[in-house]
């Protein structure tokens, strides 16, 4: 049993490799937005549909909320009209809207800079 549930991280980890994996499912994806996902496993699209009908939030109960919401996959937080998932800005501790803003909720230009 524990082989065939390795085959299918495997499985599921290649296919959702370039959106941040688990990711997707820890985000804040519209339908909307799923349907413009790259992903070729068909099942695997479909389910993360249903889970964007059970999960997605299209609004938040504050600015404290909505900053420490999961900036990647999240339909709320676009950048150039899209949901995004930038690898290497996860991988370097980039997770969370407030890891781009001050204490006064105004987005850091400087973290953009080299």
Known sequence: ?????????????????????????????????VTKLHVKDNFLHEL???WADFN???SFDSQRD?????IWNNSLARIAG???FYKNWAKSGVKN?????NDEY???FSCFLP
């Open 1 to 33: 049993m524990s082989a065939n549930l390795n085959v299918s991280v495997l499985i599921f980890d290649f296919h959702l490799s370039t959106l941040g994996g688990k990711l997707v499912f820890v985000g804040n994806l519209s339908k909307k937005d």
């Open 97 to 101: 809207i407030k890891d781009l803003m």
């Open 82 to 84: 899209e949901a995004v």
């Open 48 to 50: 993360i549909e249903i």
């Open 66 to 70: 909505f900053s420490g919401s999961l």
């Open 56 to 58: 997605y939030r299209d």
């Open 106 to 108: 105004e987005v850091l």
